[in-house]
């Protein structure tokens, strides 16, 4: 059987980076393949190269279909049957779903005009193929994120792609959506169409893929038939580490409580909200996207007020009018999207870090202190063991761990109550997870309460005294990990949809 | 990947501040070559006198450029100051009103421009609305509020001791010069060394992240346009003073040129980076190039298609540089690369 | 009802604000509501409409354009020239003159703005300096009054005598309006690269990998806003019988204010031809019936700068929701 793609040779440079280096990779018509590897290790490049988007440096050999090629256009790509259903930019939010899903079958042709009216019954086919239905002429912008993505994946189908990447298609969907987003893959297959499958849900990975091609660092560690593979040896494959998780205890020191929330609602976000923590202890918040964890932690942190309910801080109500408020009463938070709302990307490292100190550096009524802005850099670089090269560097060049370290530290350095992490690991490799997580156990250790709000049972079963499970925007019950097994968990979480 | 992502801040803006010097020294170097009335003292003042009235605007236009946004109402806020104060001398005694009333023309006129600003950025703050739609309608209001109380018409007729002020100098340094400097001075001190300048800066380069860093966005967006219309008033008292008259529409050219000295000076069009030393170096530049070329002959308008080469200049050289660079850096690191 | 609000709610709203505005001013003045002051309206807003269909294009593809009205007169001089040495023309030589000089001044912006990747504000401010200056010196400000015949006489396509004696008429600039509406909304709503255009202002990097043509984006949008700038330059020419270097200058914030107004992001993906042609309409009945109302003409402009102000400020707290949607998209 000829592969349906072939690659030889693959490297790439960016700047002065390697991003992959020497890459072989081949794909067989009608398999499942995944490319795994951590944030960062090069596959969404040798995706971007085999799709056309960027060009590999010279050396390298592509053959699609038989047909050998130095470098690929975005067009070119197309007509040979690739299609990728890309992590993030893929949407156009202002234009139509048809127009979305459609945008190819006038892009790629020489069509010179455009048929409204075929747009949508070339859209209306790919539904029913997908068995999902769409207002099709809602703008993009108006639906939920987890639609966005099902608007993403029927795109790729509309042509005949004789491969189809799929970059973290199921990040943001609920189980039922990715089941039936898995019974596509197989009729795919069936079609002998190949899928490439990328996912950071190793579980997935392992259920669907028939073969798996590892990457570590821009290098291929190598390929492995799925069957062969367990849960604890690809992570061993991707990160190079193994990585052996404990339960941590169950808070038994009775201290003081921090925070304490009383029936709080918020009409369309969250309902009849009631839980407590104190001091030292780490509580988890799981539940899937849109349970309305996101919600809860905006008003805890004063972005929003909640309509009904009290919120208590070391046994006094308070009342935010805003996110200064919050800050000023001891609550930090970490936000779960970090590239547009933690930190301000494009500014420097330091720049970022004083950004929530600004007043412990004034001197001379109202004028910043160099000296003690960078006291306060210097100490705060060090005490999380932060790797970097300059300090005046944009944050942008730094890795997703690292990143989230300046985010963690920059509210550390306001010396808060509360700590309330969203979906701290979301674009953290796995070895650097650990890291975060080894911080997060010394500042409870130290007395700092937190709040860990995930959408990964395996990360608030092994690092929280205690787990409260949110869906459809109320608490529905509360797990000690302690006491308690890993399954019984997951069933709960996994089991239910939104 | 982008350029914007992976620079060094700090060297990128050190690179920018001697290339800028090096190109003002060749051409002050070419001018005083290409003919000997370039570099005297008659000169030098006149290019003084100049500038400040640009230089002022362009300070108005700088902060807002730094914050993602821009104001373009500034050269109609300067002349509403101008009024502001041109009516108070006019009522309070005329050509015989005295210094108090000068003074107290000034506080009127800096209200006027504070008030102008403040109103944008409250619009700006609270709707979230682009702030060219916001300050061009600024700008509009103005222009028509300034030609309605005018009619159209130059307003004279004021104390002797406004044009000297004007024309005047101290230590040989015309005093419009002077003011421009202390204001140069001032807008760097709050631009680098106060929490209000730290957050323009960081909600120029994303306004959501620096709100939930506790900082209050709101407050900060109508602090600046706030700054903005003040420096624009500054701006209108100095024209005053230097036309010895006001009429709404003077200095009207200035607009696009203040955004252009902006860039010049390295300043980012989609905001969060600019220092005022290079823009300040800019405005230099550019009237070296009008007044050097004003002595050889030609007039105001080929200064001015000038300045436009010049700024496509630059940005393409920036561009050549940026892809020089990437390539150096990648033959530095990789020595052993074929 | 409900369904046109949601789809296009700023569209809608101009619509409302244009009647309130029509029926207030009706009310106070018999002249409004005539067949010869809709007529008059309609002329007046055709220059301006012109070159707002153009900016609309760029405004859709992510741009903006600051040069355009400048580049108008630039074209002016030219064809002028152009159409003498070509022995005085005719209206057909003029239209492919001045709309193919227009094509050439846009794509100078589209170059610069593609192949070194300048931000288009950049580029069109030093452009608007270049071709301001260059006109200014070349021509020392001086204005041109010997036009053809042809390109100076009024054409009058409809006209009527009404009961009072005085003549509605619809002239050549309207006509040349509705064509340039027409061809605009059929490029963008109708042809794949219009579409592609919109795509490319909604989402640059996505269109770059779904195989999006970029440099033909780039180059027809500047290139039909250079077009529609070289046309309305002819008309205004038409229209005032004369050339003056600095006449349009100014224009292009006018111009830029209604479009926006009109429901075109600065930043790109949006914008209607409705919507851009009723921002322009609403600013003009605005001061047209504080004409007939008989208002200074010095306070005209402070009205329509409260009432622009007041528009964005009401618009943009009642579409709060559009832009938590926004926000989420950011968090994709």
């Not at chain 1, 009216?117 to 086919?125: G, H, L, T």
């Not at chain 2, 036309?243 to 003077?250: E, T």
């Not at chain 2, 009207?252 to 290079?278: H, N, Q």
Request: charged share 15%; glycine share 10%.
């Amino acid at each position: 059987m000829i592969p349906v793609i072939q690659c030889k040779n693959v490297s790439k440079t960016f700047g002065g980076v390697r991003a992959l280096t020497n890459i072989d990779f081949e794909v067989m018509p009608g398999e499942v393949h995944c490319l795994a590897g951590e944030n960062g290790c090069g596959k969404s490049t040798l995706i971007k190269i085999i799709a056309g988007v960027c060009a590999a440096d010279p050396g390298a050999k592509l053959s699609l279909m038989d047909q050998e090629f130095e470098t690929l256009s975005p067009a070119q790509a197309r007509r040979l049957g690739v299609g990728v259903i890309w992590q993030d930019h893929a949407l156009f939010p202002e234009m139509s779903v048809a127009e979305n899903i459609a945008i190819e079958s006038f892009v790629g042709s020489n069509a010179k005009f455009v048929r409204h009216r075929n747009i949508e019954d070339v859209a209306q086919k790919v539904c029913e193929r997908l068995g999902v239905s769409f207002d099709l002429n809602a703008k993009v912008k108006t639906l939920p994120i987890a639609r966005r993505q099902l608007v993403a994946i029927c795109r790729t189908l509309v042509s005949d792609a004789r491969i189809v990447f799929m970059d973290e298609p199921t990040s943001s969907l609920t189980r039922t959506e990715t089941q039936h987003l898995l019974n596509v893959v197989r009729t795919l297959t069936a079609e002998n169409v190949a899928v490439v499958f990328v996912s950071h849900r190793l579980v997935e990975v392992l259920e669907i893929a028939d073969r798996v091609t590892v990457l570590r660092d821009g290098q291929k560690v190598g390929v492995y038939d799925a069957s062969e593979m367990s849960l604890a040896k690809l992570t061993e494959k991707m990160t190079g580490l193994t990585i052996t998780p404990a339960v941590v205890g169950q808070n038994t020191n009775d201290n003081d409580t921090v925070l304490e929330v009383k029936n709080i609602s918020r009409a369309g976000e969250y309902k009849d909200i009631c839980f407590s923590i104190s001091r030292g202890e780490v509580v988890g918040i799981i539940g899937l996207l849109g349970a309305g964890r996101t919600e809860l932690a905006l008003s805890l942190f004063g972005m929003t007020r909640p309509e009904l309910g009290q919120i208590y801080i070391d046994g006094k109500v308070v009342n935010f009018r805003s996110n200064q408020d919050a800050i000023a009463a001891g609550i930090a938070y970490v936000s779960e999207d970090r590239l547009s709302l933690g930190l301000v990307q494009a500014q420097s490292i330091e720049n970022n870090l004083a950004l929530t100190v600004l007043d412990k550096t004034l001197v001379f009524g109202g004028l910043l202190s160099l000296k003690k802005k960078k006291e306060i850099v210097d100490h705060w670089i060090d005490e999380l063991d932060v790797k970097l090269g300059n300090v005046s560097d944009a944050i942008s060049t730094l890795s997703g761990g690292n990143q989230q370290k300046i985010a963690i530290a920059k509210w550390l350095a306001t010396n808060p109550k509360l700590l309330i992490l969203d979906a701290p690991t979301v674009g953290v490799d796995i070895g650097a997870r650990e890291g975060i997580f080894k911080i997060v156990r010394d500042l409870a250790n130290k007395g700092l309460s937190i709040l860990l709000i995930s959408d990964e049972v395996s990360e608030v079963y092994f690092n929280c005294n205690r787990v409260l499970h949110m869906s459809g925007g109320t608490l529905r019950r509360e797990f000690i990990p302690a006491c308690c097994d890993f399954s019984e968990m997951e069933d709960a979480v996994y089991g239910t949809d939104i | 990947m982008t350029s914007t992502n992976h620079r060094n801040i700090k060297y990128y803006f050190e690179g920018e501040v001697a290339g800028l010097l090096i190109f003002l020294i060749a051409v002050v170097v070419a001018f005083s070559l290409a003919s000997p009335n370039f570099l005297t003292a008659t000169n030098l003042s006149s290019m003084a006198i100049q500038l400040p009235a640009l230089g002022l605007l362009t300070l108005a236009m700088l902060i807002p450029i730094l914050s993602g946004g821009l104001n373009l109402s500034i050269t109609y806020t300067a002349n509403m100051s101008g009024l502001a104060l041109a009516w108070t001398l006019q009522a309070l005694g005329g050509p015989e009103a005295g210094v108090e009333v000068f003074v107290l023309g000034c506080a009127l006129a800096l209200t006027v421009g504070a008030l102008s600003g403040f109103v944008i950025g409250v619009v700006v703050a609270y709707t979230k609305a682009h702030p060219i739609l916001v300050s061009l309608s600024m700008m509009i209001l103005m222009r028509g509020i300034g030609e309605f109380l005018s009619r159209g018409k130059d307003i004279t007729g004021f104390p002797k001791f406004v044009q000297e002020i004007g024309q005047g100098a101290i230590w040989g340094i015309p005093i419009p010069m002077l003011v421009f400097i202390v204001c140069a001075v001032a807008w760097h001190i709050i631009l680098s060394r106060t929490r209000q300048g730290f957050g323009t800066y960081m909600l120029g380069s994303n306004i959501m992240a620096t709100a939930y860093s506790g900082v209050a966005t709101k407050r900060n967006l109508i602090v600046l346009y706030t700054l903005s219309g003040l420096m624009c008033a500054v701006a209108g008292i100095v024209m005053l003073s230097q036309f010895n008259s006001v009429r709404v529409g003077h200095g009207e050219s200035f607009l696009l040129i203040t955004v252009l000295a902006c860039f010049l000076g390295a300043a980012d069009p989609f905001g969060g980076f600019g220092r005022v030393l290079p823009v300040f170096l800019a405005l230099v530049i550019l009237q070296v190039l009008s007044s050097g070329l004003n002595i050889l002959g030609a007039n105001q308008h080929l200064s001015t298609a000038l300045w436009g080469i010049f700024l496509l200049a630059v940005v393409i050289l920036r561009w050549a540089w940026w892809r020089y660079s990437a390539k150096l850096k990648w033959k530095l690191e990789e020595p052993n690369n074929e | 009802m409900a369904r046109i609000f949601k789809t296009h709610p700023i569209e809608t709203w101009l619509l409302v604000l244009i009647i309130v505005a029509s029926v207030i001013l009706s009310a106070f003045s018999e002249q409004y509501l005539t067949l010869v002051n809709a007529f008059d309206l309609v002329n007046s807003i055709s220059i301006n409409v012109i070159f707002a269909v153009g900016l609309l294009v760029v405004l859709i593809s992510g741009g903006i354009d600051i040069s355009f009205a400048v580049a108008a007169s630039v074209v002016q001089y030219l064809a002028f020239y152009a159409l003498s040495y070509l022995g005085g023309g005719n209206w057909l030589i003029g239209f492919i003159v001045a709309g193919g000089l227009g094509i050439m001044l846009g794509a100078i912006n589209a170059g610069l703005i593609h192949y070194f990747r300048v931000i288009s504000i950049v580029v069109t401010i030093a452009t608007f300096n270049v071709f301001f200056g260059l006109l200014m010196f070349l021509t020392k400000g001086v204005s041109l009054y010997d036009l053809p015949d042809w390109w100076t006489n009024r054409i009058i396509v409809f006209e009527r005598e009404m009961a009072s004696g005085s003549w509605a008429e619809l002239t050549l600039p309207a006509v040349v309006m509705f064509g340039a509406i027409s061809a605009t909304w059929f490029l963008i709503t109708y042809t794949s690269i219009g579409r592609q255009i919109y795509a490319f202002g909604d989402n640059p990097e996505g269109a770059r990998r779904i195989g999006i043509n970029v440099v033909a984006v780039q180059f027809i949008a500047y290139g039909w806003m250079g077009m529609m700038a070289g046309i309305g330059g002819l008309m205004q020419a038409h229209f005032m019988q004369e050339i003056v270097p600095n006449a349009l200058i100014g224009r292009e914030l006018d111009v830029l204010a209604a479009v926006v107004l009109g429901g075109a992001a600065l930043g790109g993906g949006r914008g209607t031809v409705l919507g851009c042609v009723l921002g322009v309409l609403l600013m003009a009945i605005i001061q047209n019936g504080l004409n007939l109302l008989g208002v200074t003409p010095f306070a005209f402009k402070a009205i329509v700068g409260v009432i622009l102000l007041l528009a964005i400020t009401l618009s943009n707290v009642s579409f709060n929701e559009l832009r938590v949607g926004l926000r989420m998209e950011s968090t994709q």
